[in-house]
């Protein structure tokens, strides 16, 4: 059962929209406000008046829900992409985090950094290094909120959003090898593009045991974490119901049934306490 602390999430439909950078904005806008936000809170973080830097910010939708809730936000890609414009708060920047002069041009320390569903999109041989980058963004105390698809559930694969053919309804094209996944793809029609993404975040893959791995060995240390067979952005792009998992802690089976996962990290250091205060 999942315990309703939040405002509901309503459906989006695409169609309704003028344009996919419209819904995508909105999509993530809703996800924020009506979720994320009143669950950091609901954890003891506050926003209100707190730096926020969301890395691998998208359309900025996310962003602008934390600046409405009156955080000094920043949202970054290392591309461009059609942010909305006209004010200071959020404000919005191409630049790659790992770079020698990216605290600099950020405006570092944060008081939160977001990583929404970016880990997965890292390299596995940069994971590391990604995180040495983010300990020169923060300060003691500042928080880090991750999310993720593990990569062996249903669709950590990220096939029901890469893939535009019949397979991207398929469950568990993740498990399939690559040498046979690819002549499938390109036998179902799929683009050379969408087939090369599928190739990356299969080399990216993230699972909770190996992010655990990941947050331990970068020095963080896990201070909430909840686990879902329904994710909250499922609700919105798709109209199901969020469903909590109690199954997070489990090896192997939580990486297959459970859908989704988010945490909340800080920095250890010598006030940090020994045991995380896990609320799912």
């Not at 994320?36 to 926020?52: C, D, F, M, R, T």
């Amino acid at each position: 059962m999942t315990t309703r602390l939040f405002t509901k999430l309503s459906f989006l439909n695409q169609n309704d929209f003028s344009s996919w950078q419209e819904y995508y904005f909105q999509y993530q806008f809703q996800l924020a406000q009506n979720y994320y936000i009143p669950l950091i809170q609901h954890w003891g973080v506050e926003v209100a008046n707190k730096s926020v830097l969301d890395i691998g910010c998208g359309n900025g939708g996310f962003t602008s829900a934390f600046a409405q809730a009156d955080s000094d936000c920043t949202g970054v890609e290392i591309r461009p992409v059609p942010w909305p414009g006209g004010s200071k708060n959020p404000r919005f920047l191409v630049q790659d985090i790992t770079s020698i002069n990216a605290p600099d041009v950020l405006g570092a320390p944060f008081d939160i950094i977001i990583l929404r569903d970016v880990i997965e999109h890292i390299a596995i041989s940069q994971k590391h290094e990604f995180f040495r980058a983010i300990d020169k963004l923060i300060h003691p105390g500042s928080k880090v909120l991750v999310t993720f698809p593990p990569f062996y559930s249903p669709f950590g694969l990220h096939q029901q959003t890469l893939l535009k053919r019949g397979l991207k309804k398929i469950p568990f094209l993740g498990w399939i090898p690559e040498m046979l996944l690819t002549p499938i793809l390109e036998w179902s029609g799929e683009t050379e593009e969408d087939i090369q993404e599928i190739a990356h975040i299969r080399e990216c893959r993230i699972t909770i045991s190996a992010f655990r791995k990941l947050a331990n060995n970068a020095d963080y240390f896990i201070q909430n974490e909840k686990y879902f067979h329904i994710r909250p952005s499922h609700e919105i792009r798709y109209g199901w119901k969020t469903r909590e998992s109690k199954m997070g802690n489990i090896p192997i089976l939580g990486e297959i049934v459970n859908l989704g996962t988010v945490f909340l990290l800080e920095k250890i250091s010598d006030s940090t306490p020994s045991q995380s205060k896990k609320d799912t």
